[in-house]
T-cell receptor, first 112, second 115 residues
Framework: GDSVTQMEGPVTLSEEAFLTINCTYT??????LFWYVQYPGEGLQLLLK?????DKGSNKGFEATYRKETTSFHLEKGSVQVSDSAVYFC???????????FGSGTKLNVKP | GAGVSQSPSNKVTEKGKDVELRCDPI?????LYWYRQSLGQGLEFLIY????????KSGLPSDRFSAERTGGSVSTLTIQRTQQEDSAVYLC?????????????FGPGTRLLVL
């Protein structure tokens, strides 16, 4: 069945460091891929998405490219800020459009 | 309101009691989802409503769990005879229901603790 695997956290970085959070997926057909972010004390909110192979989603300096050949959707940011500290979830919407499949989340801590 | 709202924000109950969790989706959104987020885990799909279609209940973990959506808007998730393993954050999300590119908008969740 469809599934998402993302790197375990927590990830601790210093401000202005480069961030990569790995996400790989298993899906039938051509899923849409998403990154959601959950800031402390808040609900999940969409960070970025990509709906077909080679698409790049971007928002707030974050980017992720839909790589069908490696079934990956890694999240990157060139220079993280303390305000980026949050839990990041990779997700896919697969062939059964009813369901979204979420990874277990990766907690990011950015230190000043 | 502007976003998805859920109530209560926190619920503490005793094992064996029934609980009801409420979700108010964004106005006009026809699709509504319930998820469960256990400590340190990802989101577990529970149930999906789309318009007047029969809901997709395939994620409900047992027959103690049920959900309804009245008038295509407000939804209630009911857990009967609660168990300690039901303790989790229950999240509701809604979307426009207009295609596979649609985005889900999440509520703040209800944190359930079963003693």
């Amino acid at each position: 069945g469809d599934s998402v695997t993302q790197m375990e956290g927590p990830v601790t970085l210093s401000e202005e460091a480069f961030l990569t959070i790995n996400c790989t997926y298993t899906a039938t057909g051509y899923p849409s891929l998403f990154w959601y972010v959950q800031y402390p004390g808040e609900g999940l909110q969409l960070l970025l998405k990509a709906t077909k192979a080679d698409d790049k989603g971007s928002n707030k300096g974050f980017e992720a490219t839909y790589r069908k050949e490696t079934t990956s959707f890694h999240l990157e940011k060139g220079s993280v800020q303390v305000s980026d500290s949050a839990v990041y979830f990779c997700a896919l919407r697969g062939y059964n459009f009813n369901k979204f499949y979420f990874g277990s989340g990766t907690k990011l801590n950015v230190k000043p | 309101g502007a976003g998805v709202s859920q109530s209560p924000s926190n619920k503490v109950t005793e094992k064996g009691k029934d609980v009801e969790l409420r979700c108010d989706p964004i106005s006009g959104h026809t699709a509504l989802y319930w998820y469960r987020q256990s400590l340190g885990q990802g989101l577990e799909f529970l149930i999906y409503f789309q318009g007047n279609s029969a809901p997709d209940k395939s994620g409900l973990p047992s027959d103690r769990f049920s959900a309804e959506r009245t008038g295509g808007s407000v939804s209630t998730l009911t857990i009967q005879r609660t168990q300690q393993e039901d303790s989790a954050v229950y999240l509701c999300a809604s979307s426009s229901g207009q295609g596979f590119q649609e985005t889900q908008y999440f509520g703040p969740g209800t944190r359930l603790l079963v003693l």
